[in-house]
């Protein structure tokens, strides 16, 4: 299938061409490609980056002739509001002769726009590589995942991938894909997750490792395809009932499997699907129901977590420091007579931080760290905002700081990651919409301002910032997060990167460590947490029975 034909971009129609053109930059070398497309994209359908240069894209699609000079006017003021270098109009037929005139003129004042029309996708077609151009190779460890997760596949029907974030599941997971359809030309993939967004992404990061011949299908409430072949990435309600209504995929990926429960969507959409081979693949394998997704997809076929990744260099170094400096020493030499719950401890243990003295605490860190790019994890949307405008005001360089989160429309969020990215918006406060599915590789510094009671959530919000990424040197983490739990998930971290380094016979890589700003704080809560155990997942009504404390550690 040649999806830049003309025949191809006339059955796409206008929402068809973007994807079509978004598809075939990722061929071109383009990185950081981003759909922008809709109401106050100020002139921009799809952002791209290729060497270190902002490119903006136009895109005008007519079933009937040429496009008129309203698409050479949008791409004008996108350029402007951008600050692109390049800028390119992309239509499925040509211009008119106003349009042409129009894009002379400009070209006068040093407004240069080029023009993929019709012929020039054509021909773009032809000159693509067959394959996305890898600017990586699989490390000796996606290789040998490959090879596990093949093995079970082929010899059991499933398979259960776990690797931390970072490490490169999606790839491990793309390039299973990619060889099962070399062994079986023609057979159709279902890739599922729950999101549309983490769908949307999915299917571009299919793109890297299929060729331009096999089609992609997105199937969301938003989107349906009309034939089910090559790989189709879907939502787990809208693949439901392209399986109850025929579709039959050959292998089955279920993307963050964790949310795969003993029953539910996820549950009827695999029993459904039970001739199909069954991949699971997630960095965060631990439910808050306890359902163990082994019963679904098997013992693992392949593990390898934050410490392992770590010790082995593939998972940047961390410089983890827990602000305890709050603690209320009458509670803790009350503890052990009182037998606290959780929720009591929390309550009692932790004397109120204030918002000023973290964004001081910030500001010191901001300026060890280099070429700072951060991350702001926060209680609430109005907490996330409200941190986003103190920023903006503590600082000359946080000026253009930036509140994301699950209220601000997508296209507006794909613009702010833009800019996040090319390093124009240095900081950025959110909840929870960097927990699954955003690639951020130049975040290295992280602070942690909200309570989280899961696991998983934890895990997932400090991989933000664990992707290596080139002049990376390190990633720098402030926890002001008052929570029993938090210390408890800390310093099980500690534990496993000391032992992991102790496991390989290696020396703990510089700059690795969890650290507390109260060192007699920290002596303490290493003790107690010693003592109390499974406190990392423990229940808020749970009581605890902490030893007594006879004076200073």
């Given at each position: 299938m040649n999806f830049l034909s003309g025949e191809e971009l006339l059955r796409g129609g206008a929402t068809g061409l973007p994807i079509a053109v978004e598809r075939a930059l990722w061929y071109l070398g383009f990185v950081d490609v981003r759909v922008v497309d809709g109401a106050g994209d100020d002139g921009a359908d799809l952002l791209a980056v290729r060497d270190g240069e902002q490119w903006i894209f136009q895109c005008k699609w007519s079933s009937r002739g040429a496009v008129d000079r309203q698409g050479v006017d949008d791409l004008e003021r996108a350029f402007t509001k951008y600050q692109a270098e390049k800028a390119v109009l992309v239509t499925n037929t040509g211009l008119t002769k106003s349009a042409l005139e129009r894009r002379q003129a400009l070209q006068g004042v040093g407004i240069k726009i080029t023009v993929w029309d019709g012929p020039t996708l054509e021909a773009i077609w032809r000159r693509m590589p067959n394959r996305v151009p890898n600017a990586y190779r699989l490390r000796d460890y996606q290789g040998a995942a490959v090879a596990a997760v093949e093995r079970d596949l082929h010899g059991q029907g499933r398979a259960l991938l776990v690797l931390a974030?970072?490490?490169?599941?999606?790839?491990?997971?793309?390039?299973?894909?990619?060889?099962?359809l070399e062994n079986k030309p023609g057979a159709s993939v279902l890739v599922t997750a729950h999101t549309k967004e983490l769908v949307a992404q999915l299917e571009k990061a299919m793109w890297r490792h299929i060729d331009k011949a096999t089609p992609t299908r997105l199937a969301t409430g938003d989107t349906k395809p009309k034939t089910y072949d090559g790989v189709v990435i879907?939502?787990?309600?809208?693949?439901?009932?392209?399986?109850?209504?025929?579709?039959?995929?050959?292998?089955?990926?279920?993307?963050?499997?964790?949310?795969?429960?003993?029953?539910?969507?996820?549950?009827?959409?695999?029993?459904?699907?039970?001739?199909?081979?069954?991949?699971?693949?997630?960095?965060?394998?631990?439910?808050?129901?306890?359902?163990?997704?082994?019963?679904r997809f098997g013992t693992p076929s392949f593990t390898m977590g934050i410490a392992e990744g770590m010790a082995n260099g593939f998972l940047s170094t961390v410089d983890y420091r827990l602000y305890v400096d709050n603690i209320d020493w009458d509670v803790v030499r009350q503890a052990s007579k009182h037998g606290y719950s959780v929720r009591e401890l929390n309550r009692v243990l932790f004397l109120p931080q204030r918002d000023e003295e973290i964004v001081e605490r910030l500001r010191t860190a901001w300026r060890r760290t280099t070429d700072p790019r951060a991350i702001v994890f926060c209680q609430t949307i109005e907490h996330a905002e409200r941190i986003a405008t103190m920023l903006t005001g503590a600082d000359a360089l946080w000026r253009r700081a930036t509140c994301l989160h699950s209220g601000v429309p997508r296209q507006r969020r794909q613009v702010l990651l833009n800019e996040f990215r090319l390093g124009r918006v240095p900081i950025m406060t959110c909840v929870d919409i960097f927990n699954e599915?955003?690639?951020?590789?130049?975040?290295?510094?992280?602070?942690?301002?909200?309570?989280?009671?899961?696991?998983?959530?934890?895990?997932?919000?400090?991989?933000?910032?664990?992707?290596?990424?080139?002049?990376?040197?390190?990633?720098?983490?402030?926890?002001?997060?008052?929570?029993?739990?938090?210390?408890?998930?800390?310093?099980?971290?500690?534990?496993?990167?000391?032992?992991?380094?102790?496991?390989?016979?290696?020396?703990?890589?510089?700059?690795?460590?969890?650290?507390?700003?109260d060192k007699t704080a920290g002596k303490l809560l290493d003790h107690w947490i010693e003592d109390a155990a499974d406190l990392e997942t423990a229940a808020d009504e749970v009581r605890l029975q902490f030893p007594p404390f006879e004076g200073s550690f």
């Open positions: 974030t970072g490490l490169g599941k999606t790839v491990v997971g793309g390039e299973v894909i990619s060889r099962f879907g939502t787990v309600e809208t693949a439901l009932g392209a399986v109850q209504a025929g579709f039959e995929p050959a292998l089955v990926m279920v993307d963050e499997t964790h949310h795969v429960g003993e029953q539910g969507m996820f549950a009827r959409l695999l029993d459904l699907c039970s001739s199909a081979a069954q991949l699971g693949v997630t960095a965060t394998p631990w439910r808050g129901d306890k359902f163990d997704i082994t019963a599915g955003v690639d951020v590789p130049d975040v290295n510094l992280i602070a942690f301002l909200r309570v989280t009671h899961s696991r998983r959530i934890f895990v997932q919000q400090l991989g933000r910032g664990l992707r290596l990424s080139p002049g990376k040197d390190s990633l720098r983490v402030l926890d002001f997060v008052s929570d029993i739990r938090r210390v408890a998930a800390t310093l099980e971290l500690r534990r496993s990167l000391e032992a992991e380094a102790e496991y390989l016979r290696i020396r703990k890589r510089e700059g690795t460590g969890v650290t507390f700003s």
